[in-house]
């Protein structure tokens, strides 16, 4: 035990030299409970009285309300605390000179910081939790009997292509975020104006750019050594739905989405839902026939943007395992509606104080908002100043309208809808600890 201890004690070590001074504190608050976990459930054991050691202590289920607990929990299941994937990452040397980059950005503006300090600790983020969903999944499956011994880790009951199939998925969210957290400099705008403003900008502009490649290289590169080809392709096709979302209705000079206009291209809704081909998810989803719905353009927008990167590696693992093709579109559905209750969540959680907390602001095509406007129209001749920015935009006005309708109680519903949509998949599974995690996580989402 005194062994595993001092190895954390060194890991973190390294981790207080190679990470700016600013960003220690976040840092160690979100590794220390990774490590206390990893120390204290993986390797805990009972002494008998006769000083001999018993088998290792059985930890109950954690309360289903309890994220952090579920979390927890879930990373014993699969014998691999998730958060070491970002320790891992942060301890490599080019990382480690982006870490010391960003010490100039402490003090600006720029997006990237606040990315940065949500992805080192948030105590509602699931950043670490996506390739945790991945292995769940993996191991609730199962893997078919041709797989060869060699490939399993039977002590976690996952796939060695399926732990790395987890981190480059959780490689490619992660530059997904940073590379959106680059900013339009334009020349109307203050930080085109401003010298000083402009500079860092600029440069925090450089530092997400090669971040985000390196990240998605580095994600690409692993994928190619999985050496399967239809799992590259499934891959592959989720980093071009990313591209496809930044591409839907307009936007202002930076690059912020903005709602349709009301009855713009409004069409029927679709009697089978949004979503890729039953058959073949490679295929682009059509996008033009859900424009002008508020739910299903939200539906739209967050798939490409996040469930499909989520529910195509959860697809992908068991392709590995070599499932069926009928378990795996299980798969990819547990997977769509799981992101899509999450996002649901996000969207619903500035709402959730009567004022809006300063310098707070949330996305104008974010679930309340396009509830809002289908309730009320004419709010959307405020939205249209935000063409040229969204600065230009009174939210604490908009936030007020939202709380006064029925928006929020909507997005309410659409995260249940979804929640309900991913538990019923979850029972093509076979009842094991594994779909028990995932349960526990969808139940504790409800809550945050």
Not at 174 to 183: C, G, K, Q, R
Not at 203 to 218: A, E, Q, R, S
Not at 340 to 357: G, K, R, T, V
Request: charge should be negative; glycine fraction near 6%; hydrophobic fraction near 40%.
């Amino acid at each position: 035990m005194a062994m595993y201890r001092a190895s954390g004690l060194r890991i973190m070590q390294q981790l207080r030299r190679r990470i700016p001074a600013e960003l220690q504190p976040l840092q160690v608050a979100k590794a220390a409970p990774a490590l206390q976990t990893f120390t204290s459930q993986r390797w805990t054991s009972t002494t008998t009285t006769s000083g001999k050691h018993a088998s290792p202590q059985v930890t109950t289920p954690p309360p289903r309300h309890d994220w952090n607990r579920a979390v927890s929990e879930a990373e014993r299941i699969v014998g691999y605390p998730t958060s070491f994937l970002s320790l891992r990452w942060l301890l490599s040397d080019e990382i480690a000179n982006v870490a010391l980059h960003l010490r100039k950005l402490v003090g600006s503006a720029h997006p990237l910081m606040k990315t940065a300090k949500h992805l080192l600790y948030n105590g509602k983020n699931t950043m670490q939790a996506w390739g945790l969903i991945v292995l769940l999944v993996s191991k609730a499956a199962g893997h078919a009997p041709s797989v060869p011994d060699v490939e399993q880790d039977k002590s976690a009951g996952v796939l060695h292509s399926q732990r790395a199939l987890a981190e480059v998925t959780e490689m490619i969210r992660i530059s997904h975020l940073v590379h959106n957290s680059v900013v339009n400099l334009q020349s109307s705008t203050q930080a085109g104006q401003d010298v000083d403003t402009y500079d860092d900008m600029s440069f925090g502009n450089k530092i997400g750019l090669l971040t985000g490649d390196y990240l998605l290289g580095h994600s690409s590169a692993e994928l190619a050594n999985l050496r399967n080809q239809e799992v590259v392709e499934l891959i592959s096709s989720a980093v071009r739905d990313f591209s496809e979302s930044e591409f839907i209705g307009e936007r202002d000079e930076q690059n912020n989405p903005l709602p349709y206009k009301p009855g713009t291209f409004q069409r029927p809704s679709l009697s089978v839902g949004v979503d890729f081909n039953e058959h073949d998810v490679m295929m682009p989803m059509p996008i033009a026939q859900v424009l002008g719905n508020p739910e299903e353009e939200w539906e739209c927008r967050n798939i490409l943007n996040a469930g499909s990167l989520l529910g195509k590696s959860c697809q992908a693992s068991l392709k590995l395992a070599g499932q069926s093709e009928e378990l795996q579109r299980h798969a990819y559905r547990f997977g769509k509606h799981l992101a899509l209750a999450w996002q649901a969540c996000l969207d619903a959680e500035p709402f959730q104080c009567p004022q809006l907390p300063l310098d707070v602001t949330f996305s104008l095509v974010s679930a309340p908002v396009l509830f809002h406007l289908e309730h009320d129209p004419g709010m959307y001749s405020q939205l249209e100043a935000g063409k040229q920015s969204v600065d230009n935009i009174d939210y604490d006005k908009i936030h007020k309208a939202i709380l006064a309708g029925p928006a929020l109680a909507k997005t309410k519903e659409l995260q249940r809808k979804h929640t309900a949509a991913a538990l019923a998949v979850l029972q093509h599974f076979p009842a094991t600890d594994a779909r028990q995690a995932l349960e526990n996580i969808i139940l504790a989402m409800q809550d945050l």
